[in-house]
C-alpha cells in the first residue's frame, strides 16, 4: 500500500490533550469524506488510545504520546498511537473486556471500545518499554 498523507505529532501526556488529539486526527481524515459515523468511530478510538495513555502508560508521570495519521490509497487510515510509559505485561489480558490495572471508575472497555469501532486493531508492548497500538479503517464515506 502506498502512503498518499501523513501526519505526525507529539502531545504531552495530560488529559486534557486528548480532546485536541481526536479532533486533529479527525481533521486530517476529513478530506477522505468520511461519514458522520466513520468519523465519530475514529474520533472515538483516539480518545479511548490517548486516553490509555495518559491513564495507564504514564499514570505515575507525564511523558509524550507519539500520533502518526496515515491514509493509504484505497482510503485506509492507519493511526499509530503511542507511548513510553509502562507498557503492558499481557497484551492478551489487558486487552480482554472488563480487564483493568486502574481500579476506581475504570470499566477496562478501552480495548474493546477500539476494536468495535475499527476494522483492525493491533497492540504492541513491552514492560518499561511503552505501548504502541495501530488503529485501521477504511472509509467507505458518502460516495
Same mark, same amino acid.
Given at each position: 500500500?502506498?502512503?498518499?498523507?501523513?501526519?505526525?505529532?507529539?502531545?504531552?501526556?495530560?488529559?486534557?490533550?486528548?480532546?485536541?488529539?481526536?479532533?486533529?486526527?479527525?481533521?486530517?481524515? +476529513?478530506?477522505?469524506?468520511?461519514? !458522520?459515523?466513520?468519523?465519530?468511530? !475514529?474520533?472515538?478510538a483516539v480518545s479511548e488510545?490517548?486516553?490509555?495513555?495518559?491513564?495507564?502508560?504514564? +499514570?505515575?508521570?507525564?511523558? @509524550?504520546?507519539?500520533?502518526t495519521v496515515s491514509i493509504?490509497?484505497?482510503?485506509?487510515?492507519?493511526?499509530?498511537?503511542?507511548?513510553?510509559?509502562?507498557? !503492558?505485561?499481557?497484551?492478551?489480558?489487558?486487552?480482554?473486556?472488563?480487564?483493568?490495572?486502574?481500579?476506581?471508575?475504570? +470499566?477496562?472497555?478501552?480495548?474493546?471500545?477500539?476494536?468495535?469501532?475499527?476494522?483492525?486493531?493491533?497492540? @504492541?508492548?513491552?514492560?518499561?518499554?511503552?505501548?504502541?497500538?495501530?488503529?485501521?479503517?477504511?472509509?467507505?464515506?458518502?460516495?
Amino acid at each position: 500500500m502506498k502512503c498518499v498523507n501523513e501526519l505526525k505529532m507529539t502531545l504531552d501526556s495530560k488529559s486534557v490533550n486528548e480532546g485536541f488529539a481526536r479532533v486533529a486526527v479527525s481533521a486530517f481524515v +476529513a478530506s477522505l469524506d468520511p461519514n !458522520i459515523e466513520e468519523l465519530t468511530d !475514529i474520533k472515538t478510538a483516539v480518545s479511548e488510545a490517548v486516553t490509555n495513555c495518559v491513564v495507564h502508560g504514564y +499514570a505515575e508521570k507525564e511523558g @509524550k504520546i507519539y500520533i502518526t495519521v496515515s491514509i493509504f490509497e484505497k482510503d485506509i487510515v492507519r493511526i499509530k498511537i503511542r507511548d513510553r510509559g509502562v507498557g !503492558i505485561e499481557n497484551v492478551e489480558k489487558a486487552m480482554e473486556p472488563l480487564f483493568t490495572t486502574a481500579g476506581g471508575e475504570r +470499566a477496562g472497555l478501552g480495548f474493546a471500545v477500539m476494536e468495535s469501532f475499527m476494522d483492525k486493531v493491533r497492540v @504492541k508492548s513491552a514492560p518499561d518499554k511503552g505501548t504502541t497500538v495501530v488503529l485501521e479503517k477504511r472509509i467507505r464515506g458518502k460516495k
